[in-house]
């Protein structure tokens, strides 16, 4: 398998849906071009973002040819910053939610990230649009709850995402004397694969910045302590200081050996990337990752392979993406009709078809999916749902900040597992 053939292969629809925003940029539909005279503050939205390029830019621009077919009246501004995870995006966010100047909605994650921006009364109760639309029924009662406090419900989700999925390329694995179809039921027996990997030259474990090592130890956190004991890691019910915890933190510090050294200066795409190329055997990424495989061109089973991440076969590590009504917003009106295609059928499957996700309705048909889609909507059915730490569900912000730091200090150069064990512990204590 080679770079070149990879890149050959690109699939049809989605080079139409690229040729499709090309050709609605040149005609100047969408986000305001420099020669254009902007539409009047009334007629704009702003749509604050992390989806600024690659496969979420996809997803983004699907939506957005939606939202112009449904509100013809009203201009789309793109706000999106770069970064994955919103790790620029939600920095810049707070500092224009404190000086009063908020975009006109923003993505937010369902779980204790948003119930930050509801407690700081930062984001409307949208209880009225989910009554008038009739949108308590269209999504998991669960994903309801996440998305709301003391019953007021704050946000309107977009899609749900997985969490815990090894993204591996099968060509490596066969040239370290691995087989492609093999899977490992715990860390321990996928470190004798990593360790093979390495033998032969190749890097075992692509891994990108900060965020993506957090979002790597939730996984392992995951695989060591079970559903169970994961989901009271947040909750209070399970010892941050306990010996499983411990065991998680040493097998993390272990994959961290057979990770690639510049990992700190790459974001999620260029560690995924580097499986795509073949200079990597493995990553761990949200299953965003299969749009960069399916644009590449890649067929699954052929010239890559998926599976929970080792020991967590069972378990659905959560996250979903979602918007809000920010108060003071300059156009609430414009706003809303954003929030209604985001719920609408039409507009979660276009979103959902380029970005790997599912859509958070219900009714969407399962045969309008891929083949990955269908067996995540499958595995979020059946699995024991548990929610992410690095994608906003689990914790509150100023947790996962400080808990960041913390792996960020691990990883970049103390390898002190018991001095980070003690950091996380009082990250959770807050
Ligand atoms: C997550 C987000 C996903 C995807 C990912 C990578 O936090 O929920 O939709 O954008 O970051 O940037």
Redesign the pocket.
């Given at each position: 398998m080679t770079t070149t053939a990879h890149s050959s292969r690109a699939r049809p629809a989605r080079r139409l849906t690229a040729l499709a925003v090309t050709v609605a940029a040149l005609l100047g539909v969408g986000a305001c071009t420099p020669d254009q005279q902007p539409a009047p503050p009334g007629e704009r939205v702003e749509v604050f973002?992390?989806?600024a390029s690659g496969s979420?830019k996809l997803?983004l621009d699907a939506l957005v040819e939606v939202f112009e077919e449904q509100h013809p009246d009203v201009s789309f501004v793109n706000g999106a910053v770069a970064?994955?995870?919103?790790?620029a995006a939600k920095d810049l966010l707070d500092s224009r939610l404190a000086a009063g100047d908020p975009p006109d909605t923003f993505?937010a994650?369902a779980g204790a990230e948003l119930a930050d921006y509801v407690e700081a009364g930062q984001v409307a109760d949208l209880t009225d649009l989910y009554d008038a639309e009739d949108l308590r029924d269209a999504f998991p009662a669960e994903l309801v709850a996440r998305l709301s406090v003391d019953g007021r419900v704050h946000a309107v989700p977009?899609?749900i995402?997985r969490a815990n999925v090894v993204w591996a390329n099968p060509d490596v694995l066969e040239a370290a004397g691995l087989d492609p179809d093999a899977r490992y039921a715990s860390v321990d027996e996928w470190l004798v694969a990593l360790e093979a990997v390495e033998a032969s030259g190749r890097t075992p474990l692509a891994l990108a910045t900060t965020?993506t090592q957090v979002h790597l130890l939730e996984t392992v956190l995951l695989a060591e302590l079970g559903p169970q004991a994961y989901a009271g890691l947040w909750d209070g019910s399970t010892d941050w200081a306990g010996v499983e915890v411990r065991a998680a933190l040493e097998d993390f510090a272990t994959l961290l050996t057979y990770s690639n050294a510049d990992r700190g200066g790459l974001?999620?795409p260029d560690a995924t990337q580097r499986v795509i190329d073949g200079e990597a055997a493995f990553n761990v990424?949200?299953d965003?990752a299969v749009a960069a495989f399916e644009s590449a061109g890649l067929e699954p089973g052929r010239d890559y392979v998926h599976f929970p991440v080792p020991g967590t076969d069972g378990a659905f590590d959560f996250?979903?993406?979602a918007f809000t009504l920010p108060v003071d917003a300059s156009n609430p009106d414009g706003a809303r009709a954003w929030l209604r295609t985001v719920a609408s059928a039409e507009g979660q499957a276009a979103l959902s078809a380029e970005?790997g996700?599912i859509p958070a309705r219900l009714d969407v048909d399962p045969d309008d999916l891929s083949s990955y889609q269908r067996s995540a909507m499958a595995s979020f059915a059946e699995d024991t749902v548990v929610p992410?730490l690095?994608?906003?569900a689990a914790a509150p912000a100023a947790t996962l900040t400080a808990m960041t730091a913390a792996v960020g200090r691990f990883t970049e150069g103390t390898t002190d597992v018991t001095a980070l064990q003690a950091e996380l512990a009082a990250a959770a204590a807050g």
């Open positions: 973002t992390w989806w979420e997803g970064g994955g995870a919103g790790s993505q994650h977009s899609n995402h965020w974001d999620w990424m949200g965003w996250l979903a993406d970005k996700s992410s690095a994608h906003g």
